[in-house]
Nanobody
Framework: QVQLIESGGGLVQAGDSLRLSCAQSGRTVSSYAMGWFRQAPGEEREFVAAISWSGGITEYADAVKGRFSISRENGKNTMTMQMNSLKPEDTAVYYC???????????????????????GGQGTRVTVSS
C-alpha cells in the first residue's frame, strides 16, 4: 500500500515563499506520475500541479503558473513544490497524489491523478495572510 506524507506547510504573509514536500513509502509502483491538489475551506479539491515519472512533463493550474514549480527525486521517492509570491487565495490544505505512469500516459497527468490516483492522508496546511 502506498503511503504519502505531505509536509512543509505553514502560516506566511502574502508575497512569501514555501516549499512543500511529499514523501512516498511502502509498496510503490515502479513508475508513477505525481501531483499536488489543494482544498480551500468550503471549496472542492482542485488541481495545482503535476509531474510525469521522468520529470520531463509538468502541468500547472492557471492560478499558479509562473509562481509554483514542481520537481521530483525518484531515487528518494519524493516530490517537492516550490511556491513563490504566495497570495491569500493560495490558502488551502495541500495534498499529494500518485498515479501509475501507464495510466498517466493513457489519460493524461491530471485525469490520472484526479480519478485514479492514490492520495496522501492528512495533507499540509498553507495559510497566507494579506
Amino acid at each position: 500500500q502506498v503511503q504519502l506524507i505531505e509536509s512543509g506547510g505553514g502560516l506566511v504573509q502574502a508575497g512569501d515563499s514555501l516549499r512543500l514536500s511529499c514523501a512516498q513509502s511502502g509498496r510503490t509502483v515502479s513508475s508513477y506520475a505525481m501531483g499536488w491538489f489543494r482544498q480551500a475551506p468550503g471549496e472542492e479539491r482542485e488541481f495545482v500541479a503535476a509531474i510525469s515519472w521522468s520529470g520531463g512533463i509538468t502541468e500547472y493550474a492557471d492560478a499558479v503558473k509562473g509562481r509554483f514549480s514542481i520537481s521530483r527525486e525518484n531515487g528518494k521517492n519524493t516530490m517537492t513544490m516550490q511556491m513563490n509570491s504566495l497570495k491569500p487565495e493560495d490558502t488551502a490544505v495541500y495534498y499529494c497524489a500518485v498515479a501509475a505512469h501507464s495510466t498517466a500516459q493513457h489519460l493524461g497527468l491530471i485525469r490520472a491523478l484526479k480519478d485514479f490516483g492514490s492520495w496522501g492522508g492528512q495533507g499540509t496546511r498553507v495559510t497566507v495572510s494579506s
